[in-house]
C-alpha cells in the first residue's frame, strides 16, 4: 500500500484482556517504531525493529508490553493484561534511511 | 536521554498573520530534527526535517525551520497562515545518524480564525 496501516482503528478491551495491535509499514521499509500517545500529549517511543530484530524496547512501559515482527514485514503490539492506563492512540510508523517516519493513523485503545 | 520543549500548547490566529513556533530540545549530541503535524482527524505527517547541511529547512505547504544550533532550537515559521493550517504541530528529535525512536514535544494546538 501506499502508507503505513494499522488495525484495528478501535478497540475496547475489558480491563485484564489480551489485545493485539497490527502494523503493515511501507513496503521495503527496514525500521519500524511503536509509539504510544495519551491523550493531549505527544506521542512516546516505545520498541523499534530494524528488520525482524528488536533493536531497542527500552520505552515498553511494562513486561505486560511485547512486540514482535518475525518475518521482518508486519508487526504486531500486543498488551496482555491490559489496565485503564494502557487506555491511549498506539502509533506505527515505518522509515527508510534518511527521509524521517511515516506514521500510521493509529489504534485507539479503551479499556474499560 | 533528549528532551524536547514546545512552549506554546494553544495558538490562535488569524488568517494571512505570521506563524512561529518554538522548539528547543536538550540532548548532548548531534541531532536529526522534525516537525510534524496532524490534521483534525488525520494521521500524523511530516512537515519537514533536518539531518545537516543548510540549518534554514523548507518543508511543504510553505512552512520553513531553522536549526539555530547554538540555541537548540528548531522554530518553526510559515509567513502567511491559512484556515487549513489548523491542525496540531509536534517538533521531535532523534540523535543524528541513527535510526533511533523520536522524542517529541507535547504538541502546539494551531487555530486559525477566518
Known amino acids: 500500500g501506499a502508507g503505513v496501516s494499522q488495525s484495528p482503528r478501535y478497540k475496547v478491551a475489558k480491563r485484564g484482556q489480551d489485545v493485539a495491535l497490527r502494523c503493515d509499514p511501507i513496503s521495503g521499509h527496514v525500521s519500524l517504531f511503536w509509539y504510544q500517545q495519551a491523550l493531549g500529549q505527544g506521542p512516546e517511543f516505545l520498541t523499534y525493529?530494524?528488520?525482524?530484530?528488536?533493536?531497542?524496547k527500552s520505552g515498553l512501559p511494562s513486561d505486560r508490553f511485547f512486540a514482535e515482527r518475525p518475518e521482518g514485514s508486519v508487526s504486531t503490539l500486543k498488551i496482555q493484561r491490559t489496565q485503564q492506563e494502557d487506555s491511549a492512540v498506539y502509533l506505527c510508523?515505518?522509515?527508510?534511511?534518511?527521509?524521517?517516519?511515516?506514521f500510521g493513523p493509529g489504534t485507539r485503545l479503551t479499556v474499560l | 536521554a533528549q528532551s524536547v520543549s514546545q512552549h506554546n500548547h494553544h495558538v490562535i490566529l488569524s488568517e494571512a498573520a505570521s506563524l512561529e513556533l518554538g522548539c528547543n530540545y536538550s540532548y548532548g549530541g548531534t541531532v536529526n530534527l522534525f516537525w510534524y503535524v496532524q490534521y483534525p482527524g488525520q494521521h500524523l505527517q511530516l512537515l519537514l526535517k533536518?539531518?545537516?547541511?543548510?540549518?534554514l529547512v523548507k518543508g511543504i505547504k510553505g512552512f520553513e525551520a531553522e536549526f539555530i544550533k547554538s540555541k537548540f532550537s528548531f522554530n518553526l515559521r510559515k509567513p502567511s497562515v491559512q484556515w487549513s493550517d489548523t491542525a496540531e504541530y509536534f517538533c521531535a528529535v532523534n540523535p543524528w545518524g541513527g535510526a533511533d525512536g523520536l522524542t517529541f514535544g507535547k504538541g502546539t494546538h494551531l487555530i486559525i480564525q477566518p
Open positions: 510508523a515505518s522509515s527508510e534511511p534518511e527521509a524521517g517516519q511515516f
Open positions: 533536518y539531518f545537516s547541511g543548510d540549518p
Open positions: 525493529f530494524q528488520n525482524e530484530a528488536q533493536l531497542d
